[in-house]
């Protein structure tokens, strides 16, 4: 354990706090964020496709719930005039790449029910002003269209009145209601809000219509994918620094030990002292004991 001890340094509990809430969120919201949108993309695109191939129904066969649960993207007929008076620009819209406008109408059904119809797109005036904006046909219609799901209410973005026309930010049936004074029923989508009819092209009243979504799953698999390597690599990667860092300590051990061992301080392994050598006699030496010492 006393190996291990470092890690309780303030920094590397820093470090392993923000490894483990960086996985957390890897694995809890970053990753379900990316597939969620991958999964609904892909029931989008699945609606859309089948909508293509599918004949229109009746509206009032959606409006009666009679239709599939996931009404969104269905095309539908409707039978009925236009409300005179009931245009509403929907600001900040495209067209061709420049400024533009969605053209909003309400639609009374023959039974009396009023729906929104998105007419489709039209070209700002110098960028920055709607065009005139005819009024839709008057007299009894045949409409065939696609069911929309209402965009909801952008906060901050109140309607106006501007240039003549009645403005908003977004296509909503709630907001288009209070706008027009006028009570629309909304058309079942399958989803929390209700949803309004968008024109097909060459119908009665219509404009450019808006481009459908392209099919494309889009990269969110990949990112979902992505995060979830990344909430797996994080704490690996953690691993990998406590393991280099214990196995840089024990070289840093292992090093000290054999200068220590070498050290003259240490009398266990100080080196024996080696008997001193005598001293080779002298001449005078040698002839006095041949000789003998004194004589003569």
């Known amino acids: 354990m006393r190996r291990l001890a470092f890690l309780l340094r303030p920094s590397w ?74 245009t509403v620009l929907v600001r900040l819209r495209h067209l061709d790449g420049a400024p533009g406008y969605a053209v909003l109408a309400a639609f009374r059904l023959d039974d009396g029910r009023v729906l929104l119809v998105d007419r489709g797109l039209v070209s700002a005036v110098e960028g920055s002003r709607p065009p005139q904006v005819p009024e839709p046909p008057a007299g009894p219609q045949r409409i065939e269209a696609r069911v929309r799901m209402s965009e909801g209410v952008t906060p901050g973005k ?17 907001q288009e209601t209070a706008v027009l004074r006028q009570s629309l029923t909304p058309v079942p989508t399958g989803g929390e809000r209700g949803g309004y009819l968008q024109l097909s092209d060459n119908q009665p009243g219509a404009f450019t219509p808006t481009p459908l979504p392209q099919l494309d799953a889009g990269p969110y698999l990949s990112y979902g994918l992505q995060w979830l390597a990344f909430g797996i690599m994080a704490p690996l990667g953690l691993g990998y620094f406590i393991y280099a860092e214990i196995r840089e300590r024990r070289k840093e051990k292992g090093a000290a030990e054999p200068a220590r061992a070498t050290s003259p301080a240490d009398p266990a392994r100080s080196e024996p002292v080696a008997p001193a050598t005598p001293a080779a006699p002298t001449t005078e030496a040698r002839l006095a004991d041949r000789y003998g010492r004194g004589r003569g």
């Not at 109140?158 to 709630?174: A, E, H, N, W």
């Open 158 to 174: 109140d309607p106006s009145v501007q240039d003549g026309y009645r403005q908003v930010y977004s296509i909503d049936t709630t």
């Open 13 to 86: 509990l820093i470090l392993a706090v923000l490894v483990a809430a960086f996985a957390y969120l890897c694995f809890t919201v970053l990753a379900p964020w990316q597939l969620g949108k991958n999964t609904a993309t892909s029931h989008r695109n699945q609606l859309i496709a089948d909508s293509v191939r599918a004949d229109p129904v009746d509206v009032t066969t959606v409006l009666s719930g009679t239709a599939s649960e996931h009404t969104e993207w269905r095309r539908v007929t409707a039978s009925g005039s236009y409300v005179p008076d009931s």
